[in-house]
């Protein structure tokens, strides 16, 4: 699943720069691509929850995933635009959180 998430969001990314326009890449589907990867992650952390969070970085509170035991939250969209614009340019990007050693 996580090979095809990524392989997904990366195949979005190229048609979007082959037609020089986002428009083929809708809010809608996004969002439901931020749902779809926090799902994955709850299934392997089954002690998370989805939760409004204030980040450290931010100043408003925001719908994310938080799991004690990481002591981390995760905001799925951010994870994803991240990796949108990132992806290209740095091999070290990736769209799913590595745990920590």
């Known amino acids: 699943n ?19 326009s986002c428009s083929d890449v809708s809010l809608k589907e996004l969002i439901a691509f931020a749902a779809y ?20 970085d931010d100043k408003i509170r ?7 035991s990481l002591e981390d939250g995760y905001d799925p969209m951010q994870m994803v635009i991240r990796f949108w614009n990132f992806s290209p340019y740095f091999s070290d990007i990736y769209l799913f959180p590595q745990k920590h050693k």
């Open 2 to 20: 996580k090979l095809w998430a990524a392989n997904w969001l990366l195949q979005k990314r190229q048609t979007a720069l082959e037609n020089n």
């Open 37 to 56: 990867i926090g799902e994955m992650l709850l299934s392997k952390h089954t002690e998370g929850s989805w939760e409004w969070v204030c980040f450290p």
């Open 62 to 68: 925001k719908f994310g995933i938080v799991i004690p």
